[in-house]
């Protein structure tokens, strides 16, 4: 808001048209803190419209959130709703702490593809497993980004990272992990679906996958993830824009958008 | 007064969370523990009291169900056996950091690696000098009988928020499997009324709660630490636990902790019928460890015999009490042998006491 009166102190407009001018706005539920991601990142779009269904919702004082170790391990500076920092792999098992002893509590977890499908298996697989009524917020972008550039589980044949400085090779490193297919096959999971944010379309349909999440939880249907193929224009040494086409030709031509698992009926 | 029966510590240690009010237990299976969460999951507290029991898919994945739950302001506890505690170390020294309080108990098996089964003192070291990575400490209570099994629980509970620090029950295989008379505690009702810092939903109007061990900036990180080791100096000062027998006339001090205490206390009773002045310290926290109790009684003392099931780790704690004011020497077994009160005095007349002339 302090930027808004700002720009109408210099360019004169009249206090009364405020409002006409405010077209668009954060939501109450992120606060005013800088996002500290770089420049053409998702994180920030994915935290914008994830609190938004929060707002939208009436959510904010029902929810507590889980942010591991990453580069949204900071997620609690933005996001405005109780959180919990965890250890590197483990918001899984902090959530299914937090759900089990408050079960009508709103409950996520915001996790990065090294955290959630590499060190974090295990706790991934078994919160899934049991049906855990609590949403994963999946956050793919085929890369460590806060240790600057690591091979990630999910990095593509042939991808350079830092650590397969010559392209990944799949014979000695691993195949790339599809790991929301992989959960999708278990019981416990309610809802799986991969979207992604590199266009204002697909902003959308994020958020919609969101909304549903939630209303499912609320329900009581079991686990949820979101997957929001990402991107990482500095560890993947692209500008945003080039970063974009990447999802566009690389990304999504592999790790395909769209629902993995609906609940019955839905 | 409680019900008096006749039980097994790790069912004793299961039956007393219930009864503390615990609120949830996270826990993987492993021996000499394993009868805690049989226990639960045949007892469902569900039913009575609604305490929340699951069986987690690793210790790792426990001890951060435990920080989750802990960190909604709830009384939550785990149980393991070596290999499992040190599984947990890193989620122990996250939960000391953000401050969550919650009790571990580590019915201690032989090591290193995979080890033995049987009961040992081998992680002296790791449950009062850290374990994890930082600066930190856990309170740390040492059972020597079933009955302290009951009674630390509650105890524990109440360190563990009094301070918001987890707090560690350092037990053995033996006192986790013999059977001893208890008396039990009456059923304290989980509490209603969830602390102030506890994520449990922002509330209207005011900040939100944020758990969490990270400070990048270390100006605020070294604030962080100093103000944790201001609350260590106040748990050093507060809540020392110990207990002594014969120390008035002692010329020599037998003492150990939990099960290899209880050794020296029969050793001590031969030993006096022989005409042996020896008196018996047994600390009841390792930390705060009681160093004034053995400092204060250097001046008369001919010396102090340490008696552990492992290679010698309270034994450098008494050292550093005394400040080499008196004799200290060590008799230990270690890969789950137990040593008895006869082996324990023979060593004290073959060994130590020529060893003084």
């Known amino acids: 808001m302090t930027e808004i009166k700002e720009a109408i102190e210099e360019f004169a407009i009249p206090e009364i048209r405020v409002d006409e001018c405010l077209v668009y706005k954060k939501p109450s539920t992120l606060t005013d803190v800088p996002l500290h991601y770089c420049p053409g990142c998702g994180h920030g779009v994915v935290h914008k419209i994830f609190m938004e269904v929060i707002e939208e919702m009436g959510l904010q004082n029902k929810t507590i959130g889980v942010a591991p170790v990453g580069c949204s391990v900071f997620a609690y500076h933005y996001m405005d709703v109780d959180m919990q920092e965890a250890a590197h792999g483990r918001a899984c098992a902090v959530a299914t702490g937090i759900k089990r002893v408050l079960p009508d509590r709103i409950v996520f977890t915001y996790q990065g593809d090294g955290d959630l499908a590499a060190i974090g298996t295990a706790e991934t697989i078994h919160a899934c497993n049991r049906g855990e009524n609590f949403l994963i917020i999946f956050i793919n972008n085929a890369v460590y980004g806060m240790t600057s550039g690591q091979m990630a589980p999910t990095t593509l044949e042939g991808m350079q990272t830092t650590t397969s400085p010559y392209g990944r090779d799949v014979k000695t490193q691993g195949y790339p992990l599809k790991i929301s297919d992989l959960v999708a096959h278990l019981p416990g999971t309610a809802y799986v679906t991969r979207q992604s944010v590199h266009k204002p379309a697909n902003v959308r349909k994020a958020k919609k996958a969101f909304q549903k999440a939630i209303e499912y939880q609320l329900q009581g249907l079991g686990t949820c993830l979101v997957e929001i193929v990402s991107n990482c224009p500095s560890n993947w040494k692209m500008t945003p824009l080039e970063s974009n086409k990447f999802i566009e030709e690389k990304m999504i031509t592999f790790y395909s958008l769209g629902d993995i698992k609906v609940p019955e009926g839905k | ?357």
């Open chain 2, 1 to 357: 007064m409680g019900d008096i029966k006749l039980m097994k510590g790790n069912e004793a240690l299961a039956e007393a969370m219930i009864r503390a009010g615990c609120d949830a237990y996270f826990g993987y299976p492993i021996t000499p523990q394993s009868e805690v969460i049989e226990y639960l999951s045949r007892e469902v507290p569900l039913r009575n009291t609604g305490m929340i029991v699951l069986q987690a898919e690793s210790e790792v994945a426990a001890i951060n169900m435990l920080y989750g739950a802990g960190g909604c302001g709830k009384k939550v506890m785990t149980t393991s056996s070596s290999p499992g505690i040190s599984l947990m170390q890193e989620g122990i020294s996250y939960i000391a950091g953000a401050e969550i309080p919650c009790v571990i108990a580590n019915i201690n098996r032989g090591g290193p690696g995979l080890g033995t089964i049987q009961p040992s003192q081998g992680d002296y070291f790791q449950a009062t000098k850290g374990g994890g990575h930082g600066d930190y400490h856990l309170i740390v209570l040492v059972p020597s009988s079933v009955q302290e099994m009951v009674d630390f629980v509650k105890l524990a509970f109440d360190l563990a928020f009094k301070y918001r620090n987890p707090v560690m029950i350092l037990a053995d295989g033996a006192i986790g499997q013999m059977m001893e008379k208890v008396e039990l505690f009456e059923q304290v009702p989980r509490a209603t009324v969830l602390p102030d810092w506890a994520t449990t939903g922002k509330r209207e109007g005011e900040e939100r709660r944020i758990l969490t061990s990270l400070f990048i900036q270390p100006e605020e990180m070294e604030k962080v630490n100093l103000r944790l080791q201001e609350k260590y100096r106040q748990i050093e000062k507060n809540e020392v636990m110990f207990e002594v027998q014969n120390i008035d006339d002692a010329e020599y001090i037998f003492t150990g902790y939990g099960l290899a205490a209880r050794i020296c206390k029969k050793a001590m009773e031969i030993g006096r019928e022989k005409g042996y002045k020896i008196g018996l310290i047994r600390p009841k926290t390792v930390y705060p460890f009681p160093y004034n109790v053995y400092a204060n009684l250097t001046h008369k003392l001919k010396g102090i015999l340490d008696v552990e099931m492992n290679a010698g780790q309270m034994v450098e704690d008494v050292r550093l009490a005394v400040e080499g004011k008196t004799r200290v020497e060590f008799y230990g077994r270690m890969g789950g042998m137990i040593p008895s009160p006869d082996e324990i005095l023979d060593y004290f007349e073959k060994q130590f006491i020529k060893g003084g002339e």
